[in-house]
């Protein structure tokens, strides 16, 4: 018997990444450009004089196990969601939503420490390292944002009745860019602590 052979087309199709997909890695390559050039610039700035130093409050390590439990649960979520373990699912996405959530909360009150604590981010009485910590870490904020914005959509259809698709590209999206925001605190918290 005549062995049956798939046409070319097919099994390329089937190798090709998807549309959303193909535009996140894009997306994420643009945001890895953009805080090189940020962190670039607050090294050259830092050489300079009147340049402030100052202590990271402890809550900012807390909202680091925080992001990192949460990367965690939305890897397991996303490998509940193949296996059609749809509880397991919903209860991991919703404590992903929880914790992306209470990130955000945390980086609040890290900075009204600062604030609390004579470090002015911007206006009369800031100082240019405050400012480049503003930026920085702010433009992360909005990314986590983002993020959780997202998360809470893949949340409340983890919980719609009318929903029944199985389509895994939605939560693989979500999932890869909770870990692109994880991984970009990371090295955030890593290079304004230390360098």
Not at 120 to 136: D, V
Not at 152 to 180: C, Q
Not at 188 to 194: A, S, T, V
């Amino acid at each position: 018997m005549k062995a049956v052979t798939m046409p070319a087309t097919v099994s390329n199709e089937r190798k090709r990444i998807h549309p959303h997909k193909f535009t996140l890695w894009v997306a994420l390559g643009s945001i890895v450009m953009m805080f090189a050039g940020l962190t670039s610039a607050y090294i050259v700035r830092k050489a300079a004089a009147n340049w402030l130093e100052f202590e990271f409050p402890s809550v900012f390590w807390i909202s680091t196990v925080v992001i990192l439990l949460s990367s965690l649960t939305i890897h397991l979520a996303l490998k509940s969601f193949k296996a059609r373990e749809m509880r397991r699912y919903r209860m991991l996405i919703t404590i992903t939503a929880v914790l992306g959530i209470l990130f955000g909360v945390l980086q609040y009150f890290g900075f009204s420490y600062l604030y609390n604590h004579g470090v002015k981010i911007f206006g009369i009485g800031s100082n240019p390292s405050a400012s480049f910590l503003g930026i920085i870490v702010g433009l992360h904020a909005l990314h986590v944002l983002g993020g959780v914005i997202a998360l809470l959509i893949i949340f409340f259809r983890a919980y719609s009745l009318k929903t029944k698709n199985y389509n895994t590209t939605a939560i693989e999206i979500v999932s890869t860019y909770w870990h692109f925001v994880d991984i970009l605190w990371i090295y955030l918290f890593i290079f304004l602590k230390w360098f």
